[in-house]
């Protein structure tokens, strides 16, 4: 019944490394199923050299394991929190890659430098405060996933166009469609994250692009007229 979401989520997973994003057991992928009403997700600190189809645990929106032998990532029920409040989405990435995770701990939204920014989200990649402390003694992983909602409530963010934020102090998370996408977005916040740090080296007194150039590059890729790309 679960096979073919366990291989697409084992799939996806085995794309982290390739990319560059995760170290060692750092980092998971989930895939989600709205008809069926499950998630798949890595199961916790299995290395991605011995991870198999049938390691991927398989639980329902409210995190509760519904098929499977193994503990699933420490991090399910802020991928659950998640799905239940962005119904648009059915694949969530997790890293602690090396750019992006330092400006979660940096406390730093990433400023839009550049057209590559401006080709994928016409505005910053958000990054949340620092968890209070009544959250992180509550229940730290649901307080995670509730943390990234309020934050896009709080400052009027669309996630399904902006699919990537950055949790104080912790490092990223990504969304899409699907794990194709969510992956796509966990490279592309890592590379925009690392241009940026490079570019307030080499120019520390650098501005944010032109709001008209971040304007043509979004539309032309994203807006009702766009041209990127082929029919």
């Known amino acids: 019944m679960y096979s073919k979401l366990q291989q697409e989520c084992l799939e996806a997973n085995l794309q982290l490394p390739k990319l560059g994003l995760v170290l060692y057991t750092f980092g998971n992928v989930s895939c989600a199923d709205r008809e069926l009403g499950v998630f798949a997700i890595k199961p916790s600190g299995v290395s991605y050299e011995e991870l198999k189809a049938e390691d991927i645990v398989i639980v329902n929106f409210d995190g509760e394991v519904v098929y499977g032998n ?30 992006a995770t330092s400006w979660a701990q940096a406390k730093r939204d990433i400023p839009i430098y550049g057209t590559t920014h401006a080709d994928h989200l016409p505005l910053y990649i958000p990054c949340t405060e620092f968890m209070s402390d009544d959250r992180i003694n509550g229940d730290y992983e649901v307080e995670t996933g509730l943390q990234i909602i309020d934050h896009f409530k709080k400052n009027n963010l669309n996630p399904n166009e902006v699919e990537m934020v950055l949790v104080g102090g912790h490092g990223p998370f990504t969304w899409g469609k699907n794990a194709t996408e969510a992956l796509y977005n966990a490279r592309v916040l890592e590379e925009l994250a690392g241009m940026a740090i490079f570019t307030e080296q080499i120019n520390p007194e650098i501005t944010e692009l032109k709001k008209s150039i971040i304007n043509k590059h979004y539309q032309r890729k994203h807006g009702k007229d766009a041209y990127y790309g082929q029919k």
């Open 70 to 99: 193994l503990r699933p990532s420490s991090d399910t029920q802020s991928h659950a929190v998640l799905y239940r409040h962005f119904p648009d989405i059915n694949g969530i990435v997790h890293t602690h890659s090396f750019y």
